[in-house]
């Protein structure tokens, strides 16, 4: 996605001839030439010893357009289990970690070697602060490593979904299924459409509405390229008005996938203090990491 970033050293995708993590030089403004290997660590001086979606309507669906979400369960305990084999889950997602890049160019950037030219590096948003997470969910179809956000549970998933995840529900006093603050899914389905971009648009047209009810107005909050697990695509996220309850943004994710057509990811957040900031849904995305010697499959979920 497209960030107001300040100058700096930031990791690239590509490695460098000698094999070691690289680091691009951003102006504030694009990405120029320069590049550098990512510096060893300073040793510091010791101290002391909402899927929400048309794409799981069986699930989520609008509490009666008042603009909060409705996490649909099969039964009244929260923490029950599909009858179908759920996704796998494992221990600590693999590569969630990043270090925080310095926002201050180093005094002497030329002084490192000189890697050799990458000819097609694409270039890749600034790293975020890792996801908090302690557990992850596989994503066959795809060969993605997905992490749950800390706090969050996984929910039940179908045919029209791969995963879904939801933050505690709470009581809304809303038909008999649980309201939730924010929710991200991937969807079953391969989306057809002239780019990443217009079918983020069509997606976006169709989840927001399903969300949030009737709209009063939506607003833009960032657009732009995202890398998903090494694979470029489209990014939206827009802060939606609803005609009642509270504002949410949508974030919809848009990439090729490996059996035709586009990919979608869809997560959503109230504008609300008990709801997580809009920024985690990005935090999610980027933390997603291919599934280590795993191609992609048909099914949905792994095997353990």
């Excluded at 890792?130 to 997905?146: A, F, I, N, Y």
């Excluded at 933390?287 to 979920?301: E, L, M, V």
Aim: contains cysteine; charged residues 15%.
């Amino acid at each position: 996605m497209t960030y107001s970033t300040p100058p700096g050293w930031y990791p690239v995708l590509d490695p460098g001839p000698d094999g070691r993590a690289q680091e691009r030089w951003w102006d504030g403004q694009a990405w120029t030439a320069e590049l550098r290997p990512v510096p060893a660590p300073v040793s510091a001086p010791k101290r002391g010893a909402k899927v929400g979606l048309v794409i799981g309507l069986a699930l989520v669906v609008l509490a009666g357009g008042t603009g909060v979400l409705l996490w649909a369960t099969r039964d009244a305990d929260p923490a029950g289990r599909p009858a179908a084999a759920p996704p796998a889950v494992t221990g600590s997602p693999s590569g969630t970690s990043s270090a925080s890049p310095s926002t201050t160019p180093s005094a002497s950037p030329t002084a490192s070697p000189t890697p050799a030219p990458v000819p097609s590096l694409t270039p890749v948003v600034p790293s975020r602060p890792p996801l908090p997470s302690t557990r992850s969910v596989q994503d066959l179809p795809d060969g993605w490593e997905v992490p749950v956000p800390s706090g969050w549970r996984i929910d039940d998933h179908t045919d029209t979904v791969t995963l879904q995840f939801s933050t505690t529900p709470y009581s809304c006093n809303v038909g008999s299924g649980n309201c939730v603050r924010a929710n991200f899914a991937v969807a079953a389905e391969r989306f057809e459409g002239a780019s990443a971009q217009a079918v983020v648009r069509e997606r976006m047209s169709v989840y927001g509405p399903t969300l949030y009810g009737d709209l009063t107005g939506t607003r833009t909050v960032t657009a732009g390229p995202v890398m998903v697990a090494g694979r470029l695509g489209h990014a939206e996220r827009w802060r939606l008005d609803p005609v009642k309850g509270v504002p949410g943004y949508v974030l919809v994710v848009a990439v090729r996938s490996p059996q035709g057509g586009y990919t979608v990811l869809v997560g959503s957040t109230d504008e609300h203090p008990d709801a997580p900031g809009p920024e985690l849904l990005d935090q999610l995305v980027d933390s997603i990491r291919p599934i280590s010697g795993t191609g992609t499959g048909a099914g949905t979920g792994s095997a353990a």
